[in-house]
């Protein structure tokens, strides 16, 4: 395992309480965060926000993306957005604002949320420009001004498409894929470095953007800018030629003291899902794992939340670390608050459902699933929903249909828990 020296000094009672959280030593934790392997992202304003550790060992966590669009915007619904996942089990949040007044937006999301915020930066560098067509007459300066403008506001991760670089779109070139480039980020950059015909600024000035890292503790999220955007572009040149990128900005960082996540694909089919993680999590020295998804069908819009929760599972049980929520409104608008509160509940299901595979996880995530057991055979009720992901839907459900006994009303006196534990006598 190679080491680091990781810039942000965490505080013993600050590693004692993730360590209890996540069921690890601190002296395993601290470790994992030396080697780069877990980061707890957090800003050197040091908000008063509730640590989030991420990577190897640790439970398996949710991000769920709020912001408005050109077509959309209200501040305030964003705002109950990010309070809605909070409610619903986010471990994260990202603000990918596109329309209104951008710093006002981030800056009130910062205020009103306890947990780790993130940003892509890149956005607010290109919407300064007037027209899309601008985003190609952004300077090495805008981009690294708006990083430095939102590490300053206390963002505590940013995405940045370092390893979209000219290599990696000679790769796009000459491949065959169908949907080119999904990633808006992606986009932005593979339209810069066409337009100038020179490097990616991100990739070529990296060593700044390390030094405005560092002086702001800011987790950099590598973004995969190549991910494929449906299931015919999964595994590609394209994808891998980045993935190789990211992993040796992975390690200059660490070398920095820098803590780095590193982003995943978002369209791949079951049977890839393993050989995509495994693969990219060994390319980037084991570095923490975020993935949008993955979406394993191409065919569900308006169910793109079930589609990556399936995904998610899958790539949780071979190692991803970090899963992005995908709400209803995936590929269809700008999701609804009940959209996020849907897309939320998922994926926590998915981050719980692959938790109860994880050797350093199964003990802790199984003993809930076993609470369940034990209060279903009591008939517990009030148990059961207190355990339960989204108590106030099961209890909605109940309670909508009641049962004459204390059973649920599909059997009623016919239960068969009842009756066997009657004939059992247990």
């Given at each position: 395992m190679?080491?680091?020296?990781?810039?942000?000094?965490w505080?013993?009672?600050?590693?004692?309480?993730v360590?209890?959280?996540?069921?690890?030593?601190v002296?395993k934790?601290?470790?994992?965060?030396?080697?780069g392997?877990?980061v707890?992202?957090?800003?050197?304003a040091n908000?008063?926000?509730?640590?989030?550790?991420?990577?190897?060992a640790?439970s398996?966590?949710?991000?769920?993306?709020?912001?408005?669009?050109?077509?959309y915007?209200?501040?305030?619904?964003?705002?109950?957005?990010?309070?809605?996942?909070?409610?619903?089990?986010?471990?994260?949040?990202m603000d990918?604002?596109?329309?209104?007044?951008?710093?006002?937006?981030?800056?009130?999301i910062?205020?009103?949320?306890?947990l780790?915020v993130?940003?892509?930066?890149?956005?607010?560098?290109?919407?300064?420009?007037?027209?899309?067509?601008?985003?190609?007459?952004?300077?090495?300066?805008?981009?690294?001004?708006?990083?430095?403008?939102?590490?300053?506001?206390?963002?505590?991760?940013?995405?940045?498409?370092a390893?979209?670089?000219?290599n990696?779109?000679?790769?796009?070139?000459?491949s065959?894929?169908?949907?080119?480039?999904?990633?808006?980020g992606?986009?932005?950059l593979?339209?810069?470095?066409?337009h100038n015909?020179?490097?990616?600024?991100?990739?070529?000035?990296?060593?700044?953007?390390?030094?405005?890292?560092?002086?702001?503790e800011?987790?950099?999220?590598l973004?995969d800018g190549?991910r494929?955007?449906?299931?015919?572009?999964?595994?590609?040149?394209a994808?891998y030629?980045?993935?190789?990128?990211?992993?040796?900005?992975?390690?200059?960082?660490?070398?920095e003291?820098v803590?780095?996540?590193?982003?995943?694909?978002g369209?791949?089919p079951l049977?890839?899902?393993?050989a995509?993680?495994?693969t990219?999590?060994?390319?980037?020295?084991?570095?923490?794992?975020?993935?949008?998804?993955?979406?394993?069908?191409?065919?569900a819009?308006?169910?793109?939340?079930?589609?990556?929760?399936m995904?998610?599972?899958v790539a949780?049980?071979f190692g991803?670390?970090?899963?992005?929520?995908v709400s209803?409104?995936?590929?269809?608008?700008?999701?609804?608050?009940?959209?996020?509160?849907?897309?939320t509940?998922v994926t926590k299901i998915?981050?719980h459902?692959a938790?109860?595979v994880?050797?350093?996880?199964?003990?802790?995530?199984?003993?809930l699933?076993?609470?369940?057991?034990?209060?279903?055979?009591n008939?517990?009720?009030?148990?059961?929903?207190?355990?339960a992901?989204?108590g106030?839907?099961?209890?909605?459900?109940?309670?909508?249909?009641?049962?004459?006994?204390d059973?649920?009303?599909i059997?009623?006196?016919?239960c068969?828990?009842?009756?066997?534990?009657?004939?059992?006598?247990?």
């Amino acid at each position: 395992m190679s080491t680091s020296s990781i810039a942000v000094k965490w505080e013993e009672k600050e590693l004692e309480k993730v360590s209890l959280t996540e069921g690890v030593s601190v002296e395993k934790l601290r470790r994992l965060l030396e080697a780069g392997r877990v980061v707890i992202p957090r800003n050197a304003a040091n908000r008063d926000i509730v640590l989030k550790a991420i990577g190897e060992a640790m439970s398996t966590k949710v991000n769920v993306n709020v912001g408005t669009s050109k077509d959309y915007v209200n501040p305030g619904e964003e705002v109950e957005k990010a309070k809605t996942a909070l409610k619903y089990g986010a471990d994260t949040i990202m603000d990918l604002s596109t329309g209104g007044d951008l710093d006002e937006i981030r800056r009130t999301i910062l205020k009103e949320v306890d947990l780790p915020v993130g940003t892509v930066p890149i956005y607010q560098a290109a919407l300064e420009k007037a027209g899309v067509r601008a985003v190609v007459d952004m300077s090495s300066d805008d981009l690294f001004n708006a990083v430095r403008k939102h590490a300053e506001d206390g963002i505590d991760f940013v995405t940045i498409h370092a390893g979209v670089n000219l290599n990696s779109l000679a790769r796009l070139r000459s491949s065959e894929r169908i949907l080119d480039v999904v990633s808006r980020g992606g986009a932005f950059l593979v339209a810069w470095m066409i337009h100038n015909e020179r490097e990616n600024p991100f990739y070529e000035e990296y060593d700044y953007l390390l030094e405005i890292a560092k002086e702001y503790e800011l987790t950099l999220s590598l973004g995969d800018g190549m991910r494929p955007g449906c299931i015919s572009d999964a595994s590609d040149r394209a994808k891998y030629m980045e993935v190789i990128t990211l992993g040796e900005l992975v390690k200059f960082a660490r070398e920095e003291g820098v803590q780095a996540i590193v982003e995943g694909p978002g369209h791949v089919p079951l049977d890839e899902i393993e050989a995509s993680v495994k693969t990219i999590k060994h390319i980037t020295d084991f570095a923490p794992l975020y993935l949008l998804g993955p979406i394993v069908t191409d065919i569900a819009p308006g169910y793109d939340h079930f589609v990556s929760a399936m995904g998610g599972a899958v790539a949780g049980m071979f190692g991803a670390d970090f899963l992005c929520m995908v709400s209803p409104s995936e590929h269809l608008a700008l999701p609804s608050v009940n959209d996020i509160k849907e897309g939320t509940i998922v994926t926590k299901i998915a981050a719980h459902v692959a938790d109860l595979v994880k050797d350093e996880q199964r003990e802790h995530a199984r003993r809930l699933d076993d609470e369940m057991a034990h209060a279903r055979k009591n008939l517990d009720w009030k148990r059961q929903f207190e355990i339960a992901i989204n108590g106030e839907e099961a209890r909605r459900i109940r309670n909508g249909r009641p049962s004459e006994s204390d059973a649920c009303s599909i059997c009623g006196d016919l239960c068969a828990i009842k009756m066997v534990k009657e004939f059992l006598k247990k």
